[in-house]
T-cell receptor, first 119, second 115 residues
C-alpha cells in the first residue's frame, strides 16, 4: 500500500524567511510519481510540480525548490524568502504509474501542511 | 492550459433533495476524472474514478447509489448526490487527467451544505 506522511501539521513563519515542508512516502513500486499541490483559502488545488521515481534531479522554480531523495523516500519542498501570498495548505501526493491502468493514476495524499506567512 | 471548472461553486439544499455537480475540462480531453471529498482541515479523500464512457470505480466505503457519477463525454463528468442529508455537507473537488498523461488538474471545488 502507498502512504504519504507530512509530519508538519502547521508552520508559521515571518515574511522573507525560508521554509521547508517535509514529505515522506512509502511505496513498493519501482515506478511512481510524486506531486506537490497548493490549496489557497479559495479551495482550488494548484499543481506545483511532478517528479517521477527515476528522476532525482532537484528542481528550482523561482522561489520554490524541491529535493527528491529516494534513499530516504523524501520529497521536500522549500520556499525561499516566503511571502504572505504563500499562505496556503500544501499537499504532497504519490501515484503509481498510470500506464499500468486507470486505477494506477490515483493520488495518495498526505495530510497537508498549513503554512501561514505573517507580514 | 489544463483548466478544469466546476459548477456550482456553492450550493445549499434541503435534506432529501438531490444535487448535481458538474466538472468540465476546458482545454483538454479528460479521459479520466476523479471525484474527491474534503472535510474542513483534512486531506482529500478519493471517492471514485471515472473513465469516459465507462462506469465509475468507487472507493471502498463510498455508496455508489448515493453518489452517482456519469462521465458521458471527454470534457464532462457529473456527480449527483442523491437524497442528500446534512452529513453529506462537504467540499467536493474533481480532477481531470488527459490520456497518457500523469498529472491531474483540479477544479475549484463545490461547497455543499445540506440543511
Amino acid at each position: 500500500a502507498q502512504k504519504v506522511t507530512q509530519a508538519q501539521t502547521e508552520i508559521s513563519v515571518v515574511e522573507k524567511e525560508d521554509v521547508t515542508l517535509d514529505c515522506v512516502y512509502e511505496t513498493r513500486d519501482t515506478t511512481y510519481y510524486l506531486f506537490w499541490y497548493k490549496q489557497p483559502p479559495s479551495g482550488e488545488l494548484v499543481f506545483l510540480i511532478r517528479r517521477n521515481s527515476f528522476d532525482e534531479q532537484n528542481e528550482i522554480s523561482g522561489r520554490y525548490s524541491w529535493n527528491f531523495q529516494k534513499s530516504t523516500s523524501s520529497f521536500n519542498f522549500t520556499i525561499t524568502a516566503s511571502q504572505v501570498v504563500d499562505s496556503a495548505v500544501y499537499f504532497c501526493a504519490l501515484s503509481k504509474d498510470p500506464a499500468g491502468g486507470t486505477s494506477y493514476g490515483k493520488l495518495t495524499f498526505g495530510q497537508g501542511t498549513i503554512l501561514t506567512v505573517h507580514p | 492550459g489544463a483548466v478544469v471548472s466546476q459548477h456550482p461553486s456553492r450550493v445549499i439544499c434541503k435534506s432529501g433533495t438531490s444535487v448535481k455537480i458538474e466538472c468540465r475540462s476546458l482545454d483538454f480531453q479528460a479521459t479520466t476524472m476523479f471525484w474527491y471529498r474534503q472535510f474542513p482541515k483534512q486531506s482529500l479523500m478519493l471517492m471514485a474514478t471515472s473513465n469516459e464512457g465507462s462506469k465509475a470505480t468507487y472507493e471502498q466505503g463510498v455508496e455508489k447509489d448515493k453518489f452517482l457519477i456519469n462521465h458521458a463525454s471527454l470534457t464532462l463528468s457529473t456527480l449527483t448526490v442523491t437524497s442528500a442529508h446534512p452529513e453529506d455537507s462537504s467540499f467536493y473537488i474533481c480532477s481531470a487527467r488527459e490520456r497518457a498523461k500523469v498529472t491531474q488538474y483540479f477544479g475549484p471545488g463545490t461547497r455543499l451544505l445540506v440543511l
